[in-house]
């Protein structure tokens, strides 16, 4: 009995034993909001890793991989093209990008498969015939219905705002409607891009030509994603220069009549087969535990997609690259996600959010740079209080090229699903004057990039994905 019962008394002891182990080698709590070390034990630990930011920064920017991600993407790029969803070009540069991580010796090298939209412009053309004429720059906006071969005659009505279009909605009947928005900021004036077509379409318009969402503009227009609504009837819809629009908002207050003709061959062809390309540094002490950074691949069908997003798919890259020259392992796994469809919404990275999501506590944080390489003046970040005080010290490890801020709302289309769910969420934050200049348009293109900057952003990128990876603890939620 006694035997019995010390056996059982062991027994306990042992499975008490096995539940505590994981926090005796310091198994991160932060899953249960818990975080086991006090700050000034944090802030010890990650000024502990001045030398290796030290290390990250020299190779990076001033060594050996000086240079390395810009000359990657200007192969790249030059090579493949633009890369839309659902075109032969993104189908290249999957490959292209699945055998380049391989022979770049990353770990885990995979394709993850995804159905994502095709949509084809095809020709497209829009001519002004009254009262001159003059043949408008347009881009046919993603997902928008083609117009009949002769294409669509039809009077202009200039608005400046969603507001004067209801208020004169009467007017817009069988007219083509011009948006003639200012530029506020692109989050507020996508809008017009985004659902300018429905609104149109509501009013009784026969076709919609959007202002670009631009900042500054060289008779540039720039494409971009819009949606339908299933209760509204479809119209063509495509966007048009400043200028045009400017040109068309002043003869309208004059009372000129403007008519256009508006031909358009957009299809759209059943959902394409895709892939998240994905590589990995595997972690040496928690290996199901994730620092996802990343950027997407594919881009629109103008310009090269070089700034829009292969310089954050490329330094996404090269932090993997720079932490493998450096001969570093983090604790953790440093997973690298090169996203599909994100043009369209994000869906190539909707749909790994579902597949993954069922592991959500293990992803530490989850990082996307998709708004430049541009010169990186720090990181956005998304998370709780705590976590943030984290990213500041860490960010302290950048002191040696001055990128040291933290700001407000980290994050990016691709990883936002994460973020929603409260896994922290970080982003590059950079000199952005000059991005909506080119965003979607013909000139973004490799001329657009600076292989110095791109050297400073691969820096900050690498020293806070791989310190966060590395720490004994993930950051709290
Ligand atoms: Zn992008």
């Keep these: 009995m006694q035997e019995r019962q010390q056996s059982k008394r062991k027994l306990l002891f042992l499975i008490v034993f096995i539940h505590l182990l994981p926090q005796c080698l310091g198994r991160p709590q932060s899953k249960n909001g818990r975080y086991r070390q006090t700050f000034e034990e944090v802030k010890r630990e990650i000024a502990g890793y001045k030398d290796i930011a030290k290390a990250i920064i020299d190779l990076a920017v001033y060594g050996k991989a000086q240079n390395r991600s810009y000359e990657r993407l200007a192969l790249f790029v030059d090579t493949i093209g633009p890369r839309l969803s659902g075109s032969k070009n993104l189908d290249t540069a999957i490959k292209y990008m699945h055998n380049a991580l391989k022979e770049n010796g990353l770990e885990n090298v995979h394709l993850e498969p995804v159905k994502i939209p095709h949509w084809e ?10 009262p001159r004429c003059h043949n408008l720059a347009i881009l046919g906006l993603g997902n928008s219905i083609a117009t009949p071969p ?17 208020a004169r909605a009467p007017e817009a009947k069988g007219k083509i409607v011009v948006y003639n928005e200012p530029y506020i900021s692109y989050g507020e004036t996508v809008q017009y891009r985004s659902q300018g077509a429905v609104e149109a379409a509501k009013a009784g318009a026969v076709a919609s030509l959007i202002r670009s969402i631009a900042s500054f503009s060289i008779n540039s ?8 609504r299933s209760d509204v009837p479809r119209i063509p819809t495509a966007c048009i220069s400043v200028e045009d629009a400017e040109m068309m908002a002043r003869m309208s207050s004059k009372g000129m009549k403007i008519v256009v003709n508006l031909k358009m061959e957009a299809k759209t ?11 990995e540094i ?9 620092v996802l950074v990343s950027g997407h691949l594919d881009s629109w069908d103008v310009g090269q997609g070089a700034m829009d997003d292969g310089g954050g798919a490329f330094i996404s890259w090269e932090a993997l690259s720079l932490i493998k020259n450096l ?11 090169l996203w599909t469809g994100e043009e369209q919404g994000g869906v190539g990275a909707n749909q790994y959010y579902q597949l993954h999501k069922v592991n959500i506590s293990n992803f530490d944080i989850v990082m996307e740079s998709d708004e430049g390489t541009f010169m990186p003046t720090g990181l956005a970040f998304t998370g709780s209080d705590k976590a943030r005080s984290i990213m500041r010290e860490v960010m302290q490890l ?39 200049w080119f965003h979607h348009s013909n000139g973004d293109t490799m001329t657009v990039q600076d292989p110095n900057q791109m050297n400073l952003c691969a820096a900050v990128w690498t020293v806070v994905s791989y310190v966060i990876a590395d720490m004994e603890e993930m950051l709290p939620r």
């Design 269 to 279: 062809y059943p959902d394409a087969s895709s892939f998240n390309t994905v590589g």
């Design 398 to 436: 950048l002191q040696p090229i001055n990128v040291t801020a933290v700001y407000e709302n980290g994050g990016g289309t691709d990883v936002d699903y994460w973020v929603q769910d409260g896994v922290p969420g970080a982003s590059l934050l950079d000199d952005i004057t000059k991005y909506f």
């Design 327 to 337: 001969g570093l392992r983090p604790k953790r796994t440093l997973r690298l996600v």
């Design 282 to 290: 595997v972690g040496s002490k928690y290996p199901e535990q994730v």
């Design 150 to 166: 002769e294409g669509i005659t039809a009077e202009i009505l200039v608005v400046t705002s969603f507001d004067e279009l209801h």
């Design 121 to 130: 412009r095809g020709e497209e053309s829009a001519m002004m015939v009254e």
């Design 221 to 228: 227009p720039h494409t971009g994603w819009q949606y339908y």
